[in-house]
């Protein structure tokens, strides 16, 4: 494996953009490695009069991106090695810290919309909302009700990923059924891709979720996720 190199991260307030209708300004990230640096948006957009103060007011939200970009950055040098670059980090940055609930939802959502689509009558097809942002148990109790053995057709692969997720939600006090605005998590709560991917969840959770069929959905869902968005930039974990 090769040596680890240092990961800097800092924030600045990005002057160069157009401020929003009460003339403060989005921040940015600086991501320094390897004697490269890039700057992007907070995924999450936050825009602010003054940086200083709201780094202080706020400390959690600047801890938890810092360990964010350090955990991609220490994951990109397991996975690549002395090719890691800080090209096209951005793109990554913003995938794997989406919360693994949602990014899980639709993930088990896509595989639902493929069964649905096959389904009869076809009017009932039609009336199905293909939102993958609501409750992938919502769609499912939608569809064992709209069609005759639904549940049936179903893989064995699926029904244990479902099983997966409806654990990990109930372990962390989340709820089953939601709509497509999502749940809001506390700090505390908050788990992203990342997370799991370099065991930060695993070790504050304990042992409740510190399972092998977790992390093997979340790697499945992560290949999914970020081969879908990325396209023509294959990922393996």
Request: glycine content about 4%.
């Amino acid at each position: 494996m090769a040596k680890q190199k240092k990961v800097r991260v800092e924030f600045l307030l990005q002057e160069r953009r157009k401020p929003n209708e009460f003339g403060c300004y989005p921040i940015y990230i600086q991501l320094f490695y390897n004697r490269r640096y890039a700057d992007f948006p907070l995924r999450e957009p936050i825009y602010v009069e003054n940086l200083e103060e709201f780094q202080r007011e706020n400390p959690e939200i600047f801890g938890f991106e810092q360990r964010q970009l350090t955990s991609l950055m220490r994951f990109e040098e397991q996975r690549l090695g002395d090719k890691v670059t800080v090209k096209g980090i951005a793109a990554k940055y913003t995938l794997v810290h989406q919360d693994i609930y949602m990014v899980a939802n639709q993930y088990l959502n896509n595989h639902l919309f493929k069964m649905v689509i096959k389904q009869q009558p076809d009017h009932l097809v039609e009336i199905i909302n293909m939102d993958n942002r609501i409750s992938v148990f919502s769609f499912l109790e939608a569809c064992d009700k709209l069609f005759e053995n639904f549940k049936d057709g179903m893989s064995l692969s699926l029904t244990k990923s479902l099983s997966v997720f409806r654990k990990y939600l109930q372990v962390c006090e989340l709820p089953i059924h939601f709509d497509n605005r999502g749940v809001e998590s506390s700090w505390e709560k908050r788990f992203t891709v990342m997370d799991f991917l370099s065991g930060y969840a695993q070790e504050r959770l304990g042992s409740n979720l510190a399972d092998d069929d977790l992390l093997d959905l979340v790697k499945e869902i992560t290949i999914w996720h970020l081969n879908e968005t990325l396209g023509n930039q294959p990922f393996n974990i």
